[in-house]
């Protein structure tokens, strides 16, 4: 089983930055396309954005576009979701997927694997 590991979520006020990271002992990580998904309780996961393999593609949720950015480091097995101007409707958990192919997308059935999540709260 491939196991991710999402971290940097936490508590903030309205208008701070967060920065996510995604990591992955598996080393074919590197050669997977990446998605940044959210989910409030009670409701579906819905997607945030993703990274291609090289890193040179990636896409955004309306919601989310001109606040946040996604990058990856892949010497390091890394990837980054980098939120600024944040809002309390941003507050859900977060997690990241991996797909085995090289672009990303936007349906959660796309993913083979999920990482465990990581909470981010915005206070007004």
């Known amino acids: 089983q491939v196991q991710l590991i999402a971290s940097g979520g936490g508590s903030v006020q309205a208008g701070d930055s967060l920065r996510l990271t995604c990591t992955s002992p598996?080393?074919?990580?590197?050669?997977?396309?990446v998605g940044w998904f959210r989910q409030i309780p009670g409701e579906e996961r819905e997607f945030v954005a993703g990274?291609?393999?090289?890193?040179?593609?990636?896409d955004f949720a309306d919601a989310v576009k001109g606040r946040f950015t996604v990058s990856r480091d892949n010497t390091k097995n890394t990837v980054y979701l980098q939120m600024n101007n944040l809002k309390p409707e941003d507050t859900a958990l977060y997690s990241c997927?991996?797909?085995?192919?090289?672009?990303?997308?936007?349906?959660?059935?796309?993913?083979?694997?999920w990482g465990q999540g990581t909470q981010v709260t915005v206070s007004p």
């Open positions: 997927a991996a797909r085995r192919t090289i672009v990303t997308a936007p349906a959660t059935r796309d993913y083979d694997y």
């Open positions: 598996a080393g074919a990580f590197r050669s997977w396309a």
């Open positions: 990274i291609s393999r090289s890193g040179g593609d990636s």
